[in-house]
């Protein structure tokens, strides 16, 4: 076929460039490299010898992702080096984790076959970076910076969460599909085994479904007839896969609230019932001192160094505070101390 398309392309006077394609042989499910293809008398390489790039993606003689979950992990500890080793503040470098580097990051994380684990070990250091950024002591749980329903809400988005909606999108995508050719294969899309995008796809659309059938509920502040309601059986296209994806969101999110729920100090903010929540919004991020930023944050999760938590570290053997004489806590320290109210200190 080679030969013939030679003759064809010397009758045409076009030239074929070799060094711009790749070859690969397969014998009996094996790579074969004794193999050797040749147009207009020069060589054609081997995948072996120089991978090739098609559409983002890389292909190569193992025609496995493995490598690539490595070049992720190494991808995403040099761009946090690279981010730590620059003079800004902390709240600028966290801008850039999540508008620079992250969105670098989710491409390789869609397009390559990683497991969930390989994303779990690089949101490990990513949330180990920003803690450092933000001032906040490095046990602040990750329901603080990513939780949607926690009284402070943060801007900052999980890498992890984002490479599940991406699959899952993926995944409905190509099940909605308009070709039929393509709308009949089963799509395989691999996951690793803790987490498969098949069984979260499947439960979002069961608890949509699910949703229909009990109707529209109140779930917050606003008045009845507020909200517009979207049902499942009348949604198409792209608005099935939005809910698909606000649905997973939500059963990430439902996770996170669980498990404040059984961190005793942590998660002290579940039993908030008249608190309002406070949504930070990076406008307001850049106007706060990063101090402030640090001591909003500890505030809220109980991690400032009052007379009681400092029991608790082993820093101190006395809890009692030194104007009412009861036990000094953080909620004590700002809020619930009586001779700190009658001598006008709270402002």
């Known amino acids: 076929m080679l030969e013939r398309l030679d003759v064809l392309m010397a009758w045409c006077r076009m030239k074929f460039k070799p060094k711009k394609s790749r070859s690969l042989s397969v014998r009996k499910g094996k790579i074969d490299a004794t193999t050797i293809f040749t147009v207009a008398s020069q060589q054609i390489p081997t995948v072996s010898q120089e991978p090739v790039k098609s559409v983002g993606r890389w292909y190569d003689s193992s025609m496995k992702d493995t490598k690539r979950g490595l070049e992720t992990v190494e991808l995403a500890t040099e761009g946090l080096l690279a981010i730590n080793r620059c003079g800004l503040q902390g709240k600028l470098k966290v801008w850039c984790l999540q508008f620079m580097l992250i969105p670098k990051l989710l491409w390789p994380l869609l397009v390559y076959e990683i497991c969930s684990t390989t994303v779990e070990a690089i949101e490990a ?12 002591p490095p046990g602040l749980t990750d329901v603080a910076m990513y939780c949607r329903k926690a009284k402070l809400r943060l801007p900052l988005k999980s890498i992890l969460e984002e490479y599940k909606c991406g699959k899952a999108r993926l995944l409905s995508m190509l099940e909605d599909s308009e070709d039929p050719v393509v709308k009949t294969v089963q799509p395989t899309i691999k996951t690793g085994r803790k987490w498969k995008v098949v069984e979260a796809v499947d439960e ?39 809910m698909v994806i606000n649905e997973i969101r939500l059963n990430k999110d439902s996770r996170r609230v669980q498990k404040a729920v059984q961190q005793p100090q942590q998660g002290q903010w579940t039993n908030w019932d008249n608190a309002l929540q406070k949504s930070l919004t990076w406008n307001e991020i850049w106007h706060m001192a990063p101090l402030r930023i640090s001591f909003l944050i500890r505030s809220v999760y109980d991690l400032l160094p009052s007379n009681a938590n400092l029991v608790r570290w082993g820093k101190k053997e006395d809890p009692t505070c030194p104007l009412c004489q009861g036990r ?8 619930s101390c009586k001779i700190a109210l009658s001598q006008g200190r709270y402002t």
């Open 125 to 136: 250091k990513i949330n180990k970076f920003t803690r450092r950024w933000l001032g906040v």
């Open 204 to 242: 979002a659309k069961e608890c949509l479904k699910i949703k229909d059938v009990i109707g529209k509920t109140q779930t917050d502040r606003k008045g009845l007839g507020s909200s517009t309601a979207k049902w499942w059986s009348k949604a198409e296209g792209k608005e099935k896969r939005d």
């Open 328 to 335: 000094q806590t953080t909620e004590d320290v700002l809020s």
